[in-house]
């Protein structure tokens, strides 16, 4: 294995990263360190993996490709969101993501909504999204969603947009209270996952491309006698009246 002899191990290891100035981990290689992996739906031995060096102390965040052509970049809690203390608002914690483009004054484009001040490890410690984009007269609109089924959607998309970021998150808890987020359910007759097979369709929904997801009956024939549990009834009516 190369890097594994004693000279490599001692002499030839570079430092990843630096540290900011201040920080009580400068000069040091302490870091958290994770891995992100993107394997092709196509070939799946065509895979990209990036290294993810951050410092929740000095906000510096590092991204390092390891695969294929080497690359890295090393930026800013600030501009990535990743690492960035989480802001109260509503009782509820918001954990920001990066913005569209270096030092952009309207801040992070999307938030994920947490009910604590952790930052969430699993699409299950998110409440939802809030997340803005411009409106007809180029101000800012914001946009909600809520729940986390999988990275890069949620359960299901307001049907408004707000002016105020407030009043999107605001939204967020009202639908998890009401607990709308805990079972999936057919947008025509409201059978949930437990009672039929389901499947979904989706749309992008959120200013990051975040999709929302829909959910509809399989089986449309007893979808439909659920919506309309009358429909057999009447129809039997109609006919037995045109005879």
């Given at each position: 294995?190369?890097?594994?002899?004693?000279?490599?191990?001692?002499?030839?290891?570079?430092?990843?990263?630096?540290?900011?100035?201040?920080?009580?981990?400068?000069?040091?290689?302490?870091?958290?360190t994770?891995?992100?992996?993107?394997?092709?739906?196509?070939?799946?031995?065509?895979?990209?993996?990036v290294?993810?060096?951050?410092?929740?102390?000095?906000?510096v965040?590092?991204f390092?490709?390891?695969?294929?052509?080497?690359?890295?970049?090393?930026?800013?809690?600030?501009?990535?969101?990743?690492?960035?203390?989480?802001?109260?608002?509503?009782?509820?914690?918001?954990?920001?993501?990066?913005?569209?483009?270096?030092?952009?004054?309207?801040?992070?484009?999307?938030?994920?909504?947490?009910?604590?001040?952790e930052?969430?490890?699993?699409?299950?410690?998110?409440?939802?999204?809030?997340?803005?984009?411009?409106?007809?007269?180029?101000?800012?609109?914001?946009?909600?969603?809520?729940?986390?089924p999988?990275?890069g959607?949620?359960?299901?998309g307001?049907?408004?947009?707000?002016?105020?970021?407030?009043?999107?998150?605001?939204w967020?808890?009202?639908?998890?209270?009401a607990?709308?987020?805990?079972r999936?359910?057919?947008?025509?007759c409201?059978?949930?996952?437990?009672?039929?097979?389901?499947?979904?369709?989706?749309?992008?929904?959120?200013?990051?491309?975040?999709?929302?997801?829909r959910?509809?009956?399989?089986d449309r024939?007893?979808?439909?006698?659920?919506?309309?549990?009358?429909?057999?009834?009447?129809?039997?009516?109609?006919?037995?009246?045109?005879?």
């Amino acid at each position: 294995m190369i890097g594994q002899n004693i000279d490599d191990l001692y002499f030839r290891y570079d430092s990843v990263a630096g540290h900011a100035e201040g920080c009580p981990r400068r000069g040091t290689d302490v870091w958290e360190t994770t891995r992100f992996t993107w394997y092709s739906r196509s070939d799946e031995a065509t895979r990209q993996t990036v290294i993810r060096y951050a410092c929740r102390q000095c906000g510096v965040v590092s991204f390092e490709r390891v695969d294929g052509p080497m690359s890295s970049e090393c930026t800013h809690a600030s501009q990535v969101g990743y690492g960035s203390k989480p802001e109260k608002m509503l009782g509820v914690w918001l954990h920001p993501g990066p913005r569209i483009w270096h030092d952009d004054d309207r801040g992070p484009t999307v938030f994920f909504v947490t009910a604590t001040k952790e930052p969430p490890r699993r699409p299950e410690d998110v409440l939802g999204k809030v997340g803005w984009n411009l409106g007809p007269r180029h101000g800012l609109r914001w946009s909600a969603g809520l729940g986390c089924p999988d990275h890069g959607s949620v359960l299901r998309g307001a049907e408004q947009t707000w002016t105020s970021r407030r009043a999107a998150v605001a939204w967020v808890i009202a639908a998890a209270e009401a607990g709308e987020h805990a079972r999936a359910r057919c947008e025509t007759c409201g059978a949930s996952g437990a009672d039929e097979a389901l499947e979904k369709t989706t749309w992008t929904a959120l200013a990051d491309g975040s999709e929302t997801v829909r959910w509809f009956c399989r089986d449309r024939r007893a979808c439909n006698d659920r919506r309309f549990p009358e429909l057999p009834r009447i129809l039997g009516e109609n006919r037995g009246g045109a005879r």
